[in-house]
């Protein structure tokens, strides 16, 4: 492209640049010619046709890429053409900019995406009082060597923490050594880690046992343990008691579990208040959220270590209460039970992850289930389901992923679940979509909008819900938890800023119409209705 006419060692950049500045005003050095243009080039750039073929293929890319949701790709598009229409007035060009960029200040989706960077920064600080330190954490053993426990051994071992990586037997270990080691490959690969940081960060994970016959003086200088195990109460206990019998007194004890409460892990415990929850998304080292979760008795201190901790390994921490399924999860129930309630109304898998995308989710609900895993999609619908969401668990029929279990269609994992994957490839086939076939009892011939409005107000009334009854702290905790937890919409800001935009009172009409049609599932809680009421907004 002839932009760059020199490539120069960083430890030589100024001497190279003064000589350079030197030789171009003494005229020892020339300035280099623009490069010329290819005969297609010219035809592209220089020309009413070629231009005309360049910006068709430029907007296609922009709405392959934002699916049209974004307004700004389009504007800075509009201000090259201005710019390249008008060559030399130059005030006339900036003007255009100007004036796009006021209204892009202007739009809903500037604002959101505001809220969203200022609620990041306000997540960067623990809310447990000035007065309250964090623990100094050096040594982070992580107990399973699976698919979570070793992206979260990665997570912390890039950062700089020594880790104790320890899982039953050799097998299991190496396992999840492969696992981070093929991660780190990737990004030397794409040059997103250097060799010397490959290196320092591979020495800092240690492999541990239980044939190894060092692993409880290991465990005895740790100064938290990080279990992640299978979501089994009574083995969690287990490990609890395990690592209070070897590691010192001051080390802090987190279990990753996206469901069982916190609470009942700590149950029976010699140190309780070193207790709490860290909650982990998968796959750990793309996903940014973690959610901190005290249980009554966890210490300030305990907590402030648990967000510190997390907010070095790159994660931005939400503080939840500890109820069945937190507070990301516990939305995710009711929009999981809405999708078999669609495919009963006739909806295919192909348009539900379709709506859900073009409503802004990176991913739709078929698809979503596939990668987090069949089993534990229906893990999760199916312990909410016998919780405390009463009706709101309701709509749905949630055998159907119980019998895909039954199956071995897993998702992803399995190569099987609602896809079928080959290589990077899926496609939904006869098997399935006769499967899915038996579970429709009328085509109701949804439009795409009543698609995603069912499925969103299931999310979004689960998430006004946890803050009434003060699962979490403010709407910012919430618009980030469902963000960076499940992908929910970044141009809307998140379900609080998305609920003032439409309207709560529209909102509430809407939900309330839903009731009457389908069943009292879609009843909106009582928060809602307040603030319908009231017209109260979420966000000032």
Not at 44 to 69: F, L, S
Not at 136 to 157: C, D, E, P, R, S
Request: proline share 5%; with cysteine.
């Amino acid at each position: 492209m002839g932009l760059v006419d020199l490539v120069v060692a960083q430890p030589s950049l100024e001497a190279v640049a003064i000589q350079t500045a030197q030789g171009l005003a003494d005229g020892s050095i020339q300035k280099s010619k623009p490069k010329k243009k290819s005969l297609v080039n010219r035809f592209i750039e220089d020309t009413p046709p070629g231009r005309m073929i360049m910006w068709k293929k430029v907007e296609e890319m922009v709405q392959k890429n934002t699916n049209g949701n974004y307004p700004s790709p389009l504007a800075i598009i509009e201000c090259v053409k201005n710019g390249l229409e008008h060559p030399s007035d130059w005030d006339s060009r900036f003007k255009f900019e100007r004036e796009q960029f006021v209204k892009l200040a202007e739009t809903p989706e500037s604002e959101g995406l505001i809220g969203i960077f200022d609620g990041m920064t306000k997540m960067k600080k623990h809310p447990f009082g000035d007065t309250v330190k964090p623990l100094q954490v050096k040594k982070v053993a992580v107990m399973g060597a699976g698919l979570m426990g070793a992206g979260i051994a990665q997570v912390t071992a890039e950062k700089g923490y020594q880790v104790l990586l320890k899982d039953r037997d050799d097998a299991a270990v190496a396992r999840g050594q492969d696992y981070i080691l093929g991660n780190w490959d990737k990004k030397l690969k794409r040059k997103r880690m250097t060799k010397y940081k490959y290196n320092i960060s591979s020495t800092n994970v240690v492999p541990l046992t239980d044939e190894t016959e060092s692993w409880k003086r290991h465990f005895a200088g740790a100064d938290m343990v990080i279990e992640a195990v299978f979501e089994n109460l009574d083995l969690k206990r287990q490990i609890v008691q395990q690592v209070e019998e070897v590691a010192p007194e001051r080390c802090i004890f987190a279990t990753n579990t996206s469901a069982i409460p916190i609470a009942d892990v700590a149950q029976g415990a010699k140190r309780p208040e070193n207790i709490v929850g860290m909650h982990y998304f998968s796959p750990v080292p793309s996903m940014p959220l973690l959610e901190i979760i005290p249980h009554e008795g966890t210490s300030d201190s305990t907590k402030a270590t648990a967000f510190a901790v997390g907010t070095k390994q790159g994660k931005t921490c939400i503080v939840v209460k500890d109820v069945p399924g937190f507070y990301v999860n516990r939305c995710l129930g009711p929009f999981l039970v809405e999708v078999p309630a669609l495919i009963r109304d006739g909806v295919s898998l192909e348009r539900l992850d379709k709506a859900m995308k073009n409503f802004g989710m990176p991913v739709g609900p078929i698809t979503l289930a596939d990668e987090v895993g069949i089993d534990v999609a229906s893990h999760v619908a199916k312990f909410l389901s016998n919780a405390d969401l009463g009706v709101r668990m309701e709509g749905g029929d949630i055998s159907l992923m119980e019998n895909m279990i039954k199956k071995g269609w897993l998702g992803r994992k399995s190569g099987q679940g609602f896809y079928t994957y080959k290589g990077k490839k899926k496609t939904i086939n006869s098997e399935i979509q006769s499967y899915v076939k038996d579970f429709v009892v009328a085509d109701l011939k949804l439009k795409e909008k009543e698609i995603q409005d069912r499925m969103v107000s299931r999310f979004v009334n689960e998430a006004a819900k946890c803050l009434e009854d003060e699962i979490i702290a403010d709407p910012v905790v919430g618009d980030i938890g469902l963000v960076f937890g499940i992908g929910f919409a970044p141009f809307r800001g998140g379900p609080f800023r998305y609920l003032d935009n439409v309207g709560v009172d529209n909102y509430v009409g809407m939900m309330n119409g839903f009731a009457e049609k389908y069943g009292p599932q879609f009843e909106p809680c009582q928060l809602l209705k307040d603030y319908a009421v009231s017209g109260k907004k979420f966000h000032q």
